[in-house]
């Protein structure tokens, strides 16, 4: 018995000395990993973000273009170098075309366009990209407009107590609102209340509970095997919520033979179609040109998609807004060039519209240095589809590797942003941008899977933003903290522990 324990213990050894000698044979620098957890041990414990880990080994290893990493058992190589990062995210995409998150059997995941991969991804992208044309934001721009003004009313409402208010909530509100409004054509009626199920959607697709963080951390350190592979993290009452939304919207809808051009009839009308037809991105012909493909598009394709605008609009958004105010409460100066430039522009337009927000170019300067110095995806993850050498070095991967690019790391480089913890829009002026290169800044990401929905978010930002402070100046609370800390519980973006307490004074 002994000795069969004891043979036992020695194939153990062995199969774990040969899981981790993947970066070793490649002559990739690595920590060390431990024996199950690989290098991700204090991730497993809830005492490192993902985000944060790839800041360490970033620092760590600056003078590489590329680091190794384990994931339990899993390589992953994490890519510092900009242009080995645009080989990856853009001239070598059809090798790299998967996120590396999520489950298959996850469908309501899965099925999206943001999790998607191969030519489920592609079909689903061409269909959806009719929603975010510059026509369909300008005609949109009446229901933007139609949320700000029930932000501004709420804000008054806050502010007349003189006291401090939690930027993030806030925002939250406003961010939902727009959601319903834009995306669902519904009113959330989410402005005026502090507590909302649409709210508490939103924090649950995004906040791990202890028993997901539990099953997460399963899935990653036995990452090959069947049972951990098919646990799923997706919480049920979130699908139960969302496909309620899409037969109360569906229900309406039909019962009053309402057509708004937005992104439900979009939705409708593909479901109706029945099948999405178009180029393989990953299948040739004998002649090398995409063969044709199909996609049959069904209910449970209608409802992953809602899911992930929601999920998109309501997180990254209201982290934005949030971050920014807050940026703007501790640095007065950048806030007084925000002011003016919002009352010169609204006074020549009349008030607020979509030709009034593409005019704001400091303010949009402005968001883009807020997400510069903390970024809601603080990484981005794609996996290797087929065998690949990386170029500029002798190295080759597998499929099945997870690369990830730290974007908040790129975004704090004192190589690429002078003294980085200074908050400076002007870092973001034509003359400047064309100084750096295009892929030291990946809020949105880049390539041809770059967010579908960036220009709607930022528009989103702007409008929100200008409600606030067409108003009001902005101003630290008395418990305002420069130094936060991160939120260890959320799930796939940055958030800040503690929200973002800000004082609204009205403007004379």
């Known amino acids: 018995m002994l000795f069969l324990f004891f043979i036992a213990l020695l194939l153990t050894v062995f199969w774990y000395i040969k899981k981790y000698t993947y970066w070793k044979v490649r002559n990739v620098k690595h920590d060390i990993p431990l024996p199950l957890f690989g290098n991700h041990i204090k991730n497993v414990f809830g005492m490192r973000t993902e985000t944060e880990m790839g800041m360490e080994m970033y620092k760590k290893y600056s003078k590489e273009k590329i680091v190794g990493y384990y994931r339990g058992t899993t390589p992953v ?90 930027g993030r909530e806030l925002m939250e509100r406003y961010t939902t609102e727009f959601i319903g409004a834009c995306g669902f054509g519904i009113d959330m009626n989410t402005i005026n209340t502090e507590k909302s199920l649409f709210i508490e959607l939103g924090k649950m697709i995004f906040t791990k509970t202890k028993w997901q963080l539990v099953f997460i951390a399963v899935r990653e350190l036995f990452a090959k095997n069947w049972l951990a592979n098919n646990i799923s993290i997706t919480r049920d009452d979130i699908r139960i919520i969302i496909m309620d939304i899409m037969r109360i919207i569906r229900e309406q809808r039909k019962k009053d033979n309402i057509k708004r051009n937005d992104f439900v009839d979009l939705l409708l009308e593909l479901e109706n179609a029945g099948v999405i037809e178009g180029d393989s991105l990953t299948r040739t012909d004998e002649k090398g040109f995409p063969v044709k493909t199909e996609l049959i598009f069904t209910e449970e ?68 240095e807020a997400i510069r110095t903390f970024s809601p995806g603080g990484y981005l993850s794609r996996e290797c589809m087929k065998k690949n050498s990386i170029p500029g070095t002798d190295v080759t991967i597998d499929p099945g590797v997870i690369i990830n690019i730290p974007v908040q790391a790129l975004h704090l480089d004192p190589k690429y942003y002078d003294n980085p913890t200074e908050f400076r829009p002007e870092r973001f002026l034509p003359e400047e941008e064309k100084k750096r290169h295009k892929y030291v800044y990946l809020p949105f990401g880049e390539g041809p899977r770059k967010c579908i929905g960036s220009r709607l978010g930022l528009i989103q930002s702007m409008s929100g933003l200008v409600a606030i402070l067409q108003n009001f100046t902005v101003v630290p609370a008395p418990n305002s903290k420069r130094n936060f800390k991160v939120k260890r519980n959320a799930f796939l973006v940055q958030a800040i522990e503690g929200g973002l307490p800000i004082v609204l004074k009205p403007r004379k």
């Open 301 to 368: 394709y209608t409802a992953a998609q809602l899911f992930i605008f929601f999920a998109a609009g309501f997180e990254t958004s209201a982290g934005t807004i949030s971050w920014t105010l807050h940026q703007l409460a501790h640095h007065p100066h950048v806030q007084s060039k925000v002011h003016d430039e919002i009352d010169k522009t609204l006074k020549k337009h009349n008030g607020l519209n979509y030709d009034a927000v593409n005019e704001l170019l400091y303010l949009e300067m402005t968001i883009k």
């Open 77 to 166: 190589l994490i890519v510092r170098d900009p242009d080995l990062i645009r080989y990856v995210l853009n001239k070598n995409f059809t090798s790299f075309h998967g996120r590396g998150l999520g489950r298959d059997h996850e469908r309501m995941l899965m099925l999206n366009v943001f999790y998607a991969r191969g030519d489920c991804w592609r079909l689903l992208r061409t269909a959806l990209s009719p929603t975010f044309t510059t026509a369909k934001l300008r005609n949109m721009f009446p229901l933007i407009k139609k949320c700000t003004v029930r932000l501004q009313d709420v804000a008054l409402k806050l502010s007349e107590s003189g006291k401090a208010i939690c």
